[in-house]
């Protein structure tokens, strides 16, 4: 019975990887847009409904696939924020946000995969993927400590927060990217000086 296991978590394995292997080549040919769940399936040499049960949708799939960037990225903002605690907030935020920038910078078109690969039956999805939630929950405590900071007893920070990971979202970022031809310097500049 226990080798019958053993080898049900080992296939699954197998399984997962063959789906994060084809998914990956997928996605770097043709963009994670055009891409289906099917042609995944079909590179990875598995069933439809194997690919289903381990991802629900090319947003889970984007963020398994840049899920040590992601980790790597709440490790340096951990590090950031530890090493400049005696800073004031508004200047952890900016690093804080530079950092940010940096990794979307590098995994721009799975995070936008992640946003945007939700079913219309899944409209909150961004804001309840784990990336988004760990980055909300730091601003929102960043900017908790500018309002105390400036002795504003009302503060506005979650909804400051969610108009600022508005503007850090894929379509409104590749937008002043792609389309304003914004530089990541200038977005972080522009984003400093509206939020901050």
């Known amino acids: 019975m226990k080798t019958t296991c053993r080898s049900e978590?080992?296939?699954?394995?197998?399984?997962?990887?063959?789906?994060?292997?084809?998914?990956?080549?997928?996605?770097?040919?043709?963009?994670?847009?055009?891409?289906?769940?099917?042609?995944?399936?079909?590179?990875?040499?598995?069933?439809?409904?194997?690919?289903?049960?381990?991802?629900?949708?090319?947003?889970?799939?984007?963020?398994?696939?840049?899920?040590?960037?992601?980790?790597?990225?709440?490790e340096d903002i951990g590090v950031y924020l530890e090493e400049n605690a005696s800073r004031q907030p508004a200047e952890r935020l900016r690093g804080l946000l530079a950092l940010f920038i940096r990794f979307k910078e590098k995994n721009a078109q799975m995070l936008a995969g992640i946003e945007n690969s939700a079913s219309s039956s899944e409209a909150h999805s961004r804001t309840t993927s784990p990336l988004y939630i760990e980055l909300h929950e730091l601003l929102v405590r960043l900017f908790d400590e500018m309002a105390a900071e400036s002795g504003n007893s009302k503060p506005d920070s979650v909804f400051r927060t969610d108009m600022l990971m508005t503007a850090l979202s894929s379509n409104s970022y590749l937008f002043q990217r792609e389309v304003r031809g914004n530089s990541p310097e200038l977005i972080l500049e522009q984003l400093c000086q509206t939020f901050i």
């Open 9 to 74: 978590r080992r296939d699954a394995a197998e399984n997962r990887q063959r789906i994060l292997d084809a998914a990956f080549k997928l996605f770097e040919q043709q963009g994670v847009e055009p891409v289906s769940m099917n042609q995944i399936a079909a590179e990875a040499q598995i069933g439809a409904g194997t690919l289903y049960r381990r991802y629900r949708n090319k947003s889970e799939l984007c963020l398994d696939l840049i899920q040590d960037s992601k980790d790597l990225l709440f």
